[in-house]
């Protein structure tokens, strides 16, 4: 019996099928490491201004802006977050230090919640100071008003997309501003996501410019790097069986139990849908991450000392790689009143961040992933939280569970003083 042929989409992009796209992927990941780790002069200058992650994140995206592949018509990117981001999350908390990542102290916390705020508070300024140049951004009482589309961005960027969803209906607006309005979501958060990843890539000299505390950050890596020198091992091909049986298998249960969980709160607590509790994505990713720290405490840690942390990064870099595909640079001339909305948005969202940081001395870590636990939530919170080390993955969750809870009620709040601003 034949195997199924790969999917090809329905689009005007160069390359439709779906085999090609992830075989493209590969490729662009292949050369940017093996170009990384060359020896040439130029190279090796080359990366020294430019992060490989980020590379990885915007090569891609060029593929999607020039239409070579249409990023919102393949399937690639959500075979990667449903099936490679769980298997991700398990494999990367195996060998996690709970007790270390909890002493992790309160920065991280409040500059999750300073993102909360910048998000809420930056909006309804965003509009204002735009309004100045544009003042019928301003009046609009329709379902195609501003202020009513960017109550949607509020949901996305605080919770995600169910919070979108919620304010889309909660605010009754329109198609047409709505569809605006993600465009404007999906270019401005993927923008910010890249210059985060630049911010990992050289947080050491960031945190030594700004005096920041790493002591907690170093003690983790510190910790993971010790016990990786003292137990690594030559992989063995039983090695990498059980680690992908471990890995694709908790992440598999997960699905299953997400399966049930989600209907069933959706059908008998239905006001628990305010939390995101109905959401199948959020619960494969918490239990993920819940089954990779349960192991993390039996003999299945042992599987860190035969890679199972890289591999699981292996699945990140992925990941990076198709979020990518979702990036259309190009797209803001298409609506520049509503993008340079979003750019200041985000602007004061990124400088409260970076002001609260400075003042309680917080490392860039910190700062990061409370952003992007805020604006990307549990799908890419924990790339960025990887970006820094692989033991950090579960910070990003954590902080994105907490994304999911608040969503929906300071989502609603800056709707509503959006609606005041922009009437």
């Known amino acids: 019996m034949l195997a199924a042929a790969p999917k090809v989409a329905e689009t005007t992009a160069l390359i439709t099928n779906d085999g090609v796209i992830i075989g493209l992927l590969l490729a662009i990941l292949g050369l940017v490491f093996y ?142 501003i709505f569809s605006a309005m993600v465009t404007v979501d999906i270019i401005v958060a993927n923008l910010w996501m890249a210059v985060l990843l630049y911010m990992a890539a050289n947080s050491k000299r960031i945190d030594a410019r700004t005096g920041a505390d790493t002591s907690a950050i170093d003690a983790i890596r510190a910790k993971v790097e010790k016990y990786e020198a003292e137990h690594v091992r030559n992989p063995s091909l039983r090695d990498l069986m059980l680690i992908l049986a471990v890995g694709f298998g908790v992440a598999g249960f997960a699905h299953l139990l997400a399966d049930w969980i989600a209907p069933a709160i959706g059908e008998h607590a239905p006001y628990l849908s305010r939390f995101s509790l109905d959401s199948l994505f959020f619960w494969v990713i918490v239990l993920a991450t819940a089954g990779g720290i349960a192991l993390s405490f039996t003999r299945a840690r042992s599987l860190e000392a035969a890679g199972a942390s890289k591999i699981g990064s292996v699945f990140v870099y992925i990941l990076v790689a198709s979020i990518g595909l979702h990036m259309d640079v190009t797209a803001i001339v298409d609506a520049p009143k509503y993008f340079l909305i979003g750019a200041i948005w985000m602007i004061i969202h990124a400088s409260l961040m970076l002001l609260v940081a400075k003042l309680i001395k917080a490392p860039v870590f910190y700062m990061a992933v409370g952003s992007q636990a805020n604006v990307g939530g549990a799908a890419s919170a924990p790339v960025v939280a990887s970006a820094f080390h692989p033991s950090l993955a579960p910070v990003g969750v954590l902080l994105a569970v907490m994304g999911y809870a608040l969503g929906t009620y300071m989502a609603y709040l800056a709707g509503q003083i959006l609606r005041v601003v922009g009437s």
């Open 35 to 176: 170009t990384h780790s060359s020896k040439h002069p130029a190279f090796e200058k080359f990366y020294k201004f430019v992060p490989a992650l980020l590379l990885c994140y915007f090569i891609p995206s060029l593929l999607n802006t020039f239409n070579i592949v249409d990023g919102n018509a393949t399937a690639v990117t959500d075979i990667t977050m449903d099936y490679l981001l769980p298997a991700c999350m398990v494999l990367l908390t195996l060998s996690l230090d709970l007790k270390a990542v909890m002493g992790l102290g309160s920065k991280a916390l409040v500059l999750f919640l300073t993102g909360t705020l910048g998000i809420v508070i930056g909006g309804p300024i965003a509009l204002l100071l735009v309004s100045l140049v544009f003042p019928e951004m301003l009046g609009g009482a329709g379902p195609d008003a501003v202020w009513r589309g960017m109550t949607t961005i509020a949901g996305s960027w605080i919770g995600g997309g169910a919070n979108q969803a919620a304010m889309k209906e909660v605010y009754e607006v329109g198609g047409e």
